[in-house]
T-cell receptor, first 113, second 111 residues
Framework: KAGVTQTPRYLIKTRGQQVTLSCSPI?????VSWYQQTPGQGLQFLFE???????NKGNFPGRFSGRQFSNSRSEMNVSTLELGDSALYLC????????????FGEGSRLTVL | DQQVKQNSPSLSVQEGRISILNCDYT??????FLWYKKYPAEGPTFLIS?????DKNEDGRFTVFLNKSAKHLSLHIVPSQPGDSAVYFC??????????FGAGTILRVKS
């Protein structure tokens, strides 16, 4: 059974640009969550999608957005990038959600210059 | 405000001995607590969880204890093995998969 796949694994952007990250959940999983990991703030919840609907949202500015497609694949977008957006972005999936037992991908490492 | 705290950045244990990782929380509305393990260059891996209505949950070498009155949980690994060396994150949930993570504890198991 394939795990959670995130693309791209590494990317470099400059301030003001935007970025789109992609996540393919484990087959059959309908919930996709996104987390940001930084050395200073640790792992922080961005949002969760279930059946193409945002089910939960963290305390991030509106520059951070996401969506989920009918095949459960998800994308997150960060617009007007700031230096502080440099982080590891982790996607996690679960079958239906609710228990917190998540399967994480390896992450997308974003560097903003 | 840090709702979930892991006050020990690192822990070193001899192979075969017990590893005890601790976690404190402040939000009494958390109803589910979890431990994740993370190796370098990999995403976190779910290890074990406990509901707020229980005080203990075991899974093989791993046991999680929850003390609601003290808002404290701990993870016991017995016996510790070198392959257990990783970063351990405590996490708590108030709403489903919206997890609040601690800062993590680096566990080193020496052989």
């Amino acid at each position: 059974k394939a795990g959670v796949t995130q693309t791209p694994r590494y990317l470099i952007k400059t301030r003001g640009q935007q970025v789109t990250l992609s996540c393919s959940p484990i087959s059959g999983h309908r919930s996709v969550s996104w987390y940001q990991q930084t050395p200073g703030q640790g792992l922080q919840f961005l949002f969760e999608y279930f059946s193409e609907t945002q089910r939960n949202k963290g305390n991030f500015p509106g520059r951070f957005s996401g969506r989920q497609f009918s095949n459960s694949r998800s994308e997150m977008n960060v617009s007007t990038l700031e230096l502080g957006d440099s982080a590891l972005y982790l996607c996690a999936s679960s079958f239906s959600g609710g228990s917190g037992e998540l399967f994480f991908g390896e992450g997308s490492r974003l560097t903003v210059l | 405000d840090q709702q979930v705290k892991q006050n020990s950045p690192s822990l070193s244990v001899q192979e075969g001995r017990i590893s005890i990782l601790n976690c404190d929380y402040t939000n009494s509305m958390f109803d589910y607590f979890l431990w994740y393990k993370k190796y370098p260059a990999e995403g976190p891996t779910f290890l074990i969880s406990i509901s707020s209505i229980k005080d203990k949950n075991e899974d093989g070498r791993f046991t999680v204890f929850l003390n609601k009155s003290a808002k404290h949980l701990s993870l016991h690994i017995v016996p510790s093995q070198p392959g257990d060396s990783a970063v351990y994150f405590c996490a708590a949930s108030e709403y489903g998969n919206k997890l609040v993570f601690g800062a993590g504890t680096i566990l080193r198991v020496k052989s």
